[in-house]
């Protein structure tokens, strides 16, 4: 089946120092990737929609500054989270969405990264 | 703006029996539902999902159901089994916005299963 490979899955960084978050699809290409962040107890938001070789998408409130995210190839998406303060200490989840547009296989999840700025 | 809504933020249930998660949506252009298990400090894992176009689907101990003019879907387990303590979320997109296509979460319902 499709597998989505998220790295790191954890991460400490000292507030202001960026970080990078990858997320790969495995065996299948995904023109679309999504990014989500997730609070303790709470749902996953979705903070932007990125498209091969073109400019996310971000939703409404996300810094796009903030939340850098590159799509360069149809099995990589990155975000970078540059500045990090303690408030954007969260969970991230990516998600890739297969070629053919296979729905249950379109969201396949990574298995997250825990950021936690200090 | 919560389109879609999981009541239940959570629910214990005994072992051997059926375990029945709710979720309802406000967005009548949501044509296409999925049902997400995710343990914590995990991605979600995609378990079932459901077109508008049928009012049910079976995928072994799972089975969706999905009511239109109610605009709610439920996700039946049985037997429950230990193993499926966990967050369930449902989630909705519509196809109508394919191409820009996204799913939008409940809140989650916590499931723990009583041996």
């Known amino acids: 089946g499709a597998v989505v490979s998220q790295h790191p899955s954890w991460v400490i960084c000292k507030s202001g120092t960026s970080v990078k978050i990858e997320c790969r699809s495995l065996?299948?290409?995904?023109?679309?990737m999504f990014w989500y962040r997730q609070f303790p107890k709470q749902s996953l938001m979705l903070m932007a929609t990125?498209?091969?070789?073109?400019?996310?998408?971000?939703e409404q409130g996300v810094e796009k500054d903030k939340f850098l995210i590159n799509h360069a190839s149809l099995t990589l998406s990155t975000l970078t989270v540059t500045s990090a303060h303690p408030e954007d200490s969260s969970f991230y989840i990516c998600?890739?969405?297969?070629?053919?547009?296979?729905?249950?296989?379109?969201?396949?999840f990574g298995s997250g990264t825990r950021l936690t700025v200090v | 703006d919560q389109q879609v809504k999981q009541n239940s933020p959570s629910l214990s249930v005994q072992e051997g029996r059926i375990s029945i998660l709710n979720c309802d949506y406000t967005?009548?252009?949501?044509?296409?539902f999925l049902w997400y298990k995710k343990y914590p400090a995990e991605g979600p894992t995609f378990l079932i999902s459901?077109?508008?176009?049928?009012d049910k689907n079976e995928d072994g101990r799972f089975t969706v159901f999905l009511n239109k003019s109610a605009k709610h879907l439920s996700l039946h387990i049985v037997p429950s089994q230990p193993g499926d303590s966990a967050v369930y979320f449902c989630?909705?997109?519509?196809?109508?916005?394919?191409?820009?296509?996204?799913?939008?979460f409940g809140t989650g319902t916590r499931l723990t299963i009583i041996p």
């Open positions: 998600s890739a969405r297969a070629v053919l547009g296979d729905r249950p296989y379109g969201y396949t």
């Open positions: 065996d299948f290409q995904a023109t679309t």
């Open positions: 990125s498209n091969e070789g073109s400019k996310a998408t971000y």
């Open positions: 967005n009548s252009m949501f044509d296409y």
């Open positions: 459901i077109s508008s176009i049928k």
């Open positions: 989630a909705a997109s519509a196809v109508a916005n394919f191409g820009n296509e996204k799913l939008t």
